[in-house]
Nanobody
Framework: QVQLKESGGGSVQAVGSLKLVCVAPGYIPGNTYRAWFRQLPGKIRESVAVIGYGGDTIVAPSVEGRLTISRDNAKGISYLQMNNLQPEDTAMYYC???????????????WGQGTQVTVSS
């Protein structure tokens, strides 16, 4: 069973920054893409960003320019740098491992448990 573990969530004031970290067990055959999703209160889970093993990325238009995905393949870690946070970014953030460079969650095989981000105005 592949386990992904997020950390780095917390409470921050608007325009502040946070960096989320996802630790995965290194190389997962067939699931080399790493992604971040979020679930806002009362809404369905939505995609944030995805990154390939070589560094190619797709970022959701709603967060582009503020949220940046990156990874360290040697350490099996992916990151989500979040800048200029706004109250509407308040959500549970999930990291994931998937099979395609695609924001559609149907390509995700493994999920983390989530880390809460709360942004106050």
């Amino acid at each position: 069973q592949v386990q992904l573990k997020e950390s780095g969530g917390g409470s921050v004031q608007a325009v502040g920054s946070l960096k989320l970290v996802c630790v995965a067990p290194g190389y997962i055959p067939g699931n080399t893409y790493r992604a971040w999703f979020r679930q806002l209160p009362g809404k369905i889970r939505e995609s944030v960003a995805v990154i390939g093993y070589g560094g190619d990325t797709i970022v959701a238009p709603s967060v582009e320019g503020r949220l940046t995905i990156s990874r360290d393949n040697a350490k099996g870690i992916s990151y989500l740098q979040m800048n200029n946070l706004q109250p509407e970014d308040t959500a549970m953030y999930y990291c994931a491992a998937g099979r395609e460079l695609n924001l559609n969650p149907e390509w995700i095989t493994y999920w983390g448990q989530g880390t809460q981000v709360t942004v106050s105005s």
